[in-house]
């Protein structure tokens, strides 16, 4: 049987995903990448970048439970050989196939400022498609760090092929599900807390592969539990509210940071906002999401589609409307908001309907 409540909460956070991306591209806190905001900090403090403290510290830690939670499923019903050579035609696929179809154009917008610096001057056509199609990767280091997770888990499935560990895993209780957000705090402190210019250090921090393993093997050998998930559901409200109170706290004595660096992150307050989110949210959407609609089953068909095309339209008129127009902040936030939420689902069903482009862009065979 389907777990909707799974389906809704990935797509919600896809979706959440979109709008962070929106706020992302125009902050001033001093987060790598976008274009940066519109006055320096604390001169002009931004308030709407408090989005980007609410849900950074757990929304993509939840999309890696989520699909570790989904790859125990389907391991169920796959074999192994089966299960990794479909993980990676939808993930590797996109992952490298995909930058130099699609995601250059990404990276055009990525690559505009050091263009103006005369870096690209003199360069081949062809490298300069090549850097393009790199610097396109954007949300796509997800796919490809899920991939390689994947090939992890097999790993460590083989070490465990009697299930001794999952089994222990589902008579855990709530006390201890809740002080598993130990070992997510443990996960962080993985990250190079001052990382070296002109080193690895940076992209390391980027992807933070054994900190999203432990999130992904969470879901895998934990969260699978029918049982873990009725004892979090029974738990959601109480579970909900600390939360809420955590992620208080963290905005309140951290707002001006830069909420994605190695230091803010591995941050205990930092952590236990984000496991009780984690936790909280699975609770909730058991508790009061679990079913279905049309749109629904719309958006768990495309949400991962959306995820892939979504930050050529935040680059694309991000960067055209910071650049080149004197519009409001105001105008550019909502012009940008509506943009992603319309144009994306357009961009994705053309590409969908595109045989070829569809296998290099989505990793589908069939719409």
């Known amino acids: 049987m389907r777990k909707h409540w799974m389906d809704n909460l990935r797509w919600v956070t896809v979706l959440l995903v979109l ?16 274009i940066g905001g519109f006055g320096s900090y604390p001169e002009t403090p931004q308030y709407q970048d408090i989005v980007m403290y609410i849900l950074y510290p757990w929304f993509m830690p939840l999309l890696f439970i989520l699909a570790g939670i989904s790859a125990r499923y389907a391991l169920e019903k796959k074999s192994s050989k089966e299960w990794f050579k479909a993980r990676t035609r939808k993930l590797l696929v996109p992952g490298t196939i995909g930058l130099f179809v699609f995601h250059w154009m990404t990276g055009y917008f990525n690559t505009a400022v050091a263009r103006g610096t005369g ?9 300069k498609y090549g850097l393009m ?3 396109g990767t954007g949300p796509l280091w997800f796919v490809q760090l899920l991939w390689l997770l994947s090939l992890v888990l097999l790993a460590v499935r083989a070490m465990d092929k009697n299930d001794k560990l999952w089994n222990w895993c589902g ?3 709530i006390v201890w599900i809740i002080l598993l957000g130990v070992l997510f705090w443990a996960s962080a402190q993985t990250l190079i807390k001052n990382p070296r210019p002109e080193s690895a250090d940076g992209l390391f921090n980027l992807y933070k592969p054994i900190f999203y393993l432990v999130s992904f093997l969470m879901g895998y050998f934990v969260f699978s539990h029918e049982e873990v998930q009725q004892k979090i559901k029974q738990a959601w409200i109480p579970l909900l509210g600390c939360a809420g109170v955590a992620g208080t706290a963290l905005i309140i004595t951290t707002f001006g940071q830069d909420n994605t660096s190695a230091i803010y992150m591995s941050s205990p307050l930092n952590c236990i906002y984000g496991w009780l989110a984690c936790l909280a949210l699975m609770g909730w959407f058991q508790a009061k999401f679990d079913g279905t609609s049309p749109f629904a089953d719309y958006m768990t068909r495309s949400s991962f589609g959306l995820y892939v095309v979504h930050y050529l339209v935040v680059a694309s008129l991000g960067y055209m409307m910071k650049m080149y127009t004197q519009l409001p902040p105001a105008a550019m936030y909502a012009i940008l908001t509506v943009a992603v939420f319309t144009l994306s689902p357009l961009l994705y069903e053309v590409l969908n309907r595109i045989p070829v482009i569809r296998w290099c862009v989505f990793g589908t065979k069939k719409r």
């Open 133 to 135: 199609a790199i610097s």
């Open 171 to 173: 008579k855990l209780n």
């Open 19 to 34: 709008f962070y991306h929106v706020i992302y591209f125009y902050n001033n806190k001093g987060v790598f990448g976008g």
């Open 119 to 127: 870096i690209f001057d003199g360069m081949p056509a062809l490298a």
